[in-house]
């Protein structure tokens, strides 16, 4: 295990710390890492020789693959569910159920993040984005926003986040839609159907 002492982002490449002695570190080494190295971040690494000949660090991971939720996250969350929220109140269910499933299949999705995110460490079969994507439109996507700061995973791919932001913007709306006595969709029904 080591530290990155130097980093040089723009060349891909720096040196990682251990055990007093300098190993340099090329990008490429990380195993399939979702996010760029940071300077000071602990690593595991095995030593083998590049080739020029110098001893470096290979099979590159991260000691922590993911971090905490911040706060500004946490209030963009809540902002991002107040709206879905509140037309939950308005749907012909008991209470419970809307926010009861929305809150088990974010679990879930939460679950397939992490799960893929292992996946991909270890070079192994992933789950497809379709699959994220789909759970994430059944409700899942507040699980998937929480996945992404926490797990570090599907937070840099544009195409990716492109879809789960629509996604989100979809769910918003939708509770805009119901919020207005569904006066959003009965003008586009009517739109489509004028002669």
């Known amino acids: 295990m080591g530290t990155i002492s130097q980093w040089e982002d723009a060349k891909g490449y720096g040196w990682v ?20 190295p940071q300077l000071g971040e602990e690593v595991t690494f095995i030593l083998g020789v590049d080739p020029k000949g110098r001893n470096c660090a290979t099979q590159v991971t991260f000691v922590k693959s993911g971090g905490r939720v911040g706060l500004g996250a946490w209030v963009l969350l809540v902002g991002l569910l107040l709206l879905p929220g509140l037309a939950m109140l308005m749907l012909p269910f008991p209470l419970w159920v ?10 879930l999705t939460f679950w397939m993040y992490a799960h893929d995110k292992q996946q991909a460490l270890a070079g192994r079969w992933r789950i497809a984005e379709n699959s994220l994507h789909l759970a994430e439109l059944l409700g899942g996507w ?9 797990q570090r995973h599907k937070c840099s791919k544009v195409s990716y986040l492109i879809v789960f932001w629509c996604i989100v913007a979809i769910y918003q709306i939708v ?9 959003l969709s009965n003008m586009l029904i009517d739109y489509v159907l004028e002669p």
């Open 175 to 183: 509770a805009v839609d119901v919020l207005m006595d569904h006066w």
């Open 142 to 150: 507040p699980g998937a926003f929480l996945a992404q700061r926490q």
């Open 98 to 107: 809307a926010p009861g499933s929305m809150v088990m299949i974010s679990v």
């Open 17 to 36: 710390k251990s055990g007093g002695k300098l190993w340099f570190l090329h990008i490429k080494e990380f195993n399939r890492a979702e996010r760029r």
